[in-house]
T-cell receptor, first 116, second 112 residues
Framework: EAGVAQSPRYKIIEKRQSVAFWCNPISGHATLYWYQQILGQGPKLLIQFQNNGVVDDSQLPKDRFSAERLKGVDSTLKIQPAKLEDSAVYLC??????????????FGEGSRLTVL | DAKTTQPTSMDCAEGRAANLPCNHSTISGNEYVYWYRQIHSQGPQYIIHGLKNNETNEMASLIITEDRKSSTLILPHATLRDTAVYYCIVRVPNQAGTALIFGKGTTLSVSS
């Protein structure tokens, strides 16, 4: 079974530029999450989708971050304009409706963003 | 905010058991205890979870105290590949897929 795919793995941009990250969850997984992990800290939830609807985006800085999950499959996370403090690894995770109760989320390898 | 307290770091000799403690004194009756680990440059990986009974799987054992205020993750025979950050998380599972709230975790270093 293929895992959660993310791209790009690495991205370096100047502050005030824009960047987009893509996530392809495990086939059939209805729930998709984006986490931000700053160096030395645990992952922090940014947004959670159930199919193509947003369940929780309370931690998403909406003035600069946006995310969408068209057709309830792939998802894109965008940052515009980027700030220095956005330097982090952006992790995508998914879970199926059936395993949601077990707490098992499957994570991708992440996209590392460096803002200069 | 994370509802758990873990030591910042621990060391373990290869082949010995690694016992990782976690305090969750404010856990509520319907919250489960979950453990994930994150190997360097990878995403977190599910290890095990439990409610009040001890649990064991192919990766680890989870021991939860009777009052449920603390738990211990046991890796019975640690290897160098077990070097990682281990996260203890409490959450209430639901059909929509409750998100995990991570703390800083425990960095386990296994050495030969």
């Amino acid at each position: 079974e293929a895992g959660v795919a993310q791209s790009p793995r690495y991205k370096i941009i100047e502050k005030r530029q824009s960047v987009a990250f893509w996530c392809n969850p495990i086939s059939g997984h209805a729930t998709l999450y984006w986490y931000q992990q700053i160096l030395g800290q645990g992952p922090k939830l940014l947004i959670q989708f159930q199919n193509n609807g947003v369940v929780d985006d309370s931690q998403l800085p909406k003035d600069r971050f946006s995310a969408e999950r068209l057709k309830g499959v792939d998802s894109t996370l965008k940052i515009q304009p980027a700030k220095l403090e956005d330097s982090a690894v952006y992790l995508c995770a998914s879970s199926s409706r059936q395993i949601a109760n077990t707490g098992e989320l499957f994570f991708g390898e992440g996209s590392r963003l460096t803002v200069l | 905010d994370a509802k758990t307290t873990q030591p910042t770091s621990m060391d373990c000799a290869e082949g010995r058991a690694a016992n990782l403690p976690c305090n969750h004194s404010t856990i509520s009756g319907n919250e489960y205890v979950y453990w994930y680990r994150q190997i360097h440059s990878q995403g977190p990986q599910y290890i095990i979870h439990g409610l009040k009974n001890n649990e064991t799987n192919e990766m680890a054992s989870l021991i939860i105290t009777e009052d449920r205020k603390s738990s211990t993750l046991i890796l019975p025979h640690a290897t160098l590949r077990d070097t990682a950050v281990y996260y203890c998380i409490v959450r209430v599972p639901n059909q929509a897929g409750t998100a995990l709230i991570f703390g800083k975790g425990t960095t386990l270093s296994v050495s030969s």
